[in-house]
């Protein structure tokens, strides 16, 4: 005779809710993400992929043989561009996925955003600007939304058993 399966964590699993998998934690079920929350990740996503098409640009006109005036400087540029891309994708992604940390980065991100954003909208660069401030306005209050706040809220999974 066979015993059924335990958990180890000791958390219930609902194997028979939709979008609960077998032995799923009932604490982790599968929840549509808010509109608010979809919103935000996706200007944020949308942020992240400017940076990369800025960073390809700046990287084919770094490689082409524009003048600079240190290459490794220049290198230095490209390599952040490509690593604060990264980092908006996973904050875009795990955002969308509802976890507490999210909420400070895509903060940090869109006040990045603004303080390029006013300057250019405030030199005369009217569209540009316009297109830096309003999303990252729009997501500025949408991260305080309660909707957003609610969803994301998960911490993370628990440490593995022994």
Same mark, same amino acid.
């Given at each position: 005779?066979?015993?059924?399966?335990?958990?180890?964590?000791?958390?219930?699993?609902?194997?028979?809710?939709?979008?609960? /998998?077998?032995?799923?934690?009932?604490?982790?079920?599968?929840?549509?993400?808010?509109?608010?929350?979809?919103?935000?990740?996706?200007?944020?996503?949308?942020?992240?992929?400017?940076?990369?098409?800025?960073? /390809?640009?700046?990287?084919?006109?770094?490689?082409?043989?524009?003048?600079?005036?240190?290459?490794?400087?220049?290198?230095?540029?490209?390599?952040?561009?490509?690593?604060?891309?990264?980092?908006?994708?996973?904050?875009?992604?795990?955002?969308?996925?509802?976890?507490?940390?999210?909420?400070?980065?895509?903060?940090?991100?869109?006040?990045?955003?603004?303080?390029?954003?006013?300057?250019?909208?405030?030199?005369?660069?009217?569209?540009?600007?316009?297109?830096?401030?309003?999303?990252?306005?729009?997501?500025?209050?949408?991260?305080?939304?309660?909707?957003?706040?609610?969803?994301?809220?998960?911490? /993370?999974?628990?440490?593995?058993?022994?």
């Amino acid at each position: 005779m066979s015993r059924p399966p335990v958990n180890p964590a000791g958390v219930p699993a609902i194997p028979d809710e939709p979008g609960n /998998g077998p032995g799923r934690p009932a604490d982790q079920r599968s929840t549509p993400a808010p509109v608010a929350a979809t919103v935000v990740a996706l200007i944020a996503g949308a942020e992240a992929l400017a940076l990369l098409v800025a960073a /390809g640009w700046y990287g084919y006109e770094l490689f082409t043989g524009s003048p600079v005036l240190s290459f490794w400087g220049a290198v230095f540029t490209l390599g952040l561009l490509l690593a604060f891309s990264a980092w908006l994708f996973a904050v875009s992604l795990f955002l969308y996925r509802g976890y507490r940390w999210t909420r400070a980065a895509a903060l940090v991100a869109q006040l990045f955003v603004l303080t390029i954003g006013v300057p250019t909208l405030t030199s005369g660069l009217v569209l540009a600007g316009a297109a830096m401030v309003v999303p990252a306005a729009a997501a500025i209050v949408l991260l305080f939304s309660n909707r957003v706040i609610g969803h994301a809220s998960r911490t /993370g999974s628990p440490p593995p058993a022994l």
